[in-house]
């Protein structure tokens, strides 16, 4: 059987802002970086800080949910010692 922990991992374009649908997680808008077409967002999600790129317009601070499929998540082993607040 499988055991242990795990961090799970999504590319930036397949988290959403808002929606109720699928897997979902809180947080909190940290930085809001315009480029051109869309937005680059870093989301504090509890300890870590996601990724997010999305033509939706949230202020910084804000809080926010987001979404994404179980398909567009992959889980990877943890890495003992490993600092990075990014996921």
């Known amino acids: 059987g499988c ?13 959403n802002i808002g929606g109720t649908d ?3 997680l809180s947080g909190t808008i ?3 970086l315009y480029l051109g077409g869309h937005y680059e967002y870093l989301v504090a999600v509890g300890p870590s800080l996601l ?10 601070g804000a809080q926010v949910t987001l979404s994404f499929a179980a398909a567009d998540c992959i889980i990877l082993p943890a890495i003992e010692g490993e600092t990075t607040p990014w996921a």
């Open 51 to 60: 990724r997010v790129l999305s033509s939706v317009t949230v202020a910084e």
């Open 30 to 32: 940290r930085q809001r």
């Open 3 to 15: 055991g242990g922990s795990g961090v799970g991992r999504s590319r930036p374009e397949r988290l």
């Open 22 to 24: 699928g897997n979902l």
